[in-house]
């Protein structure tokens, strides 16, 4: 029998998964929440604004009905904006079978929470009876919809793991496995912080040096603020972590790195923000990391001047406070 896998969201990531796990040789269902949008991909199989260039297998089928999608598999991927997250589990929950598999692929904090989204999940399912995960790592929607290698980590449990490897993992993402579900979660949406800041960088002319040094004591941050809420420091360092920051960071495509672009040109978050219906998952979660910093007394620079410069502080101020610090120990947490 062939394996089966329901997605929920139909953005870029959620199409690049559901392509990735039909060459995987599995069978897949997307929730689309628009009838129109559902029509199109029924129809072309290819999403009329996001990777034109993907042309979904027949393998991967589409519905607008939530208990349908939800009956069809008891491994469901949760691929929507984190501040969208609770919305989707509140409606899920008359539908949530005992043995469920379900994998968060967002990367971002609940705003009014500062929930982790396994933990906004386990809160809108409170008899919950199955294995949580969560998929991160350097996921480039646009070049693994190509078909490019690219390697992922499942933090989760040993069964979820094995599960998601035989709908996912036989196509071209190397999946990983990873027990500390918390550190996994925090490097997927910290990362989104930095790769701002390192637009601003770049739009800003500062140099590569300043890039460097922006994502290695941005890694920092990242590290100081997840070991503070349960996260081992090594992971950091990992899929979920590092290699997220120099693909996110690094890439023209990143819209992370666009809003930071932007946010160097001159333009107000808000204008930038209303110019694209893409989600820039940064913004609220540089909020929420800068509530937790002053929660647990953690010096957290560089989110702090990136939500000022959000808040309309000059970026040349911005700069001048972060190279005018007190002196610390590299080292020193």
């Keep these: 029998m062939t394996a089966r896998l ?3 969201g139909s953005g870029n990531w959620a199409l690049t998964l559901a392509a990735v796990a039909a060459w995987s040789g599995s069978e897949v269902k997307m929730f689309v929440r628009r009838p129109e949008l559902c029509r199109t991909l029924m129809t072309t199989h290819t999403h009329p604004e996001y990777l034109p260039h993907l042309h979904l297998p027949s393998e991967v089928t589409f519905t607008t009905d939530l208990a349908d999608a939800a009956a069809y598999s008891n491994t469901w991927l949760l691929v929507v904006p984190s501040q969208y997250m609770r919305h989707l589990a509140t409606s899920l929950a008359p539908y949530v079978p005992k043995g469920l598999y379900a994998l968060s692929c967002a990367k971002g904090l609940e705003n009014a929470t500062a929930l982790r989204m396994t933990q906004v999940l386990l809160d809108s399912w409170p008899n919950f009876e199955g294995e949580l995960g969560v998929l991160s790592g350097p996921n480039l929607a646009y070049e693994i919809s190509h078909g490019r ?11 979820l793991f094995r599960t998601v490897v035989n709908l996912l993992g036989k196509a071209n993402i190397r999946l990983y496995s990873q027990k500390d579900i918390t550190g996994v979660e925090l490097g997927g949406a910290l990362k989104n912080i930095l ?4 637009g601003i960088a770049q739009a800003s002319g500062l140099g590569e040096n300043a890039k460097a040094a922006i994502m290695t004591r941005g ?32 890439s023209p495509g990143s819209r992370n790195r666009w809003l930071g672009e932007q946010l160097a040109a001159g333009r107000p978050v808000a204008e930038i923000l209303g110019s694209t219906t893409m989600v820039v998952e940064g913004v609220p979660t540089a909020y ?3 509530r937790l910093g002053r929660q647990f007394h953690l010096s957290l620079p560089i989110t702090t001047e990136v939500v000022e410069i959000f808040d309309g502080k000059p970026v040349s101020a911005a700069i001048y ?11 020193d947490f």
């Design 6 to 8: 329901t997605i929920f």
């Design 219 to 250: 890694l920092h941050e990242m590290g100081r603020l997840a070991v503070e809420l349960g996260a081992t420091w090594t992971t950091l360092a990992g899929l979920s972590g590092l290699g997220d920051v120099v693909a996110t960071a690094n």
């Design 149 to 159: 290698p690219a390697a992922s980590v499942i933090g989760g449990g040993s069964e």
């Design 195 to 198: 790769a701002i800041a390192v």
């Design 321 to 331: 406070d972060l190279m005018n610090r007190a002196r610390v120990e590299e080292f």
């Design 288 to 290: 929420v990391a800068k």
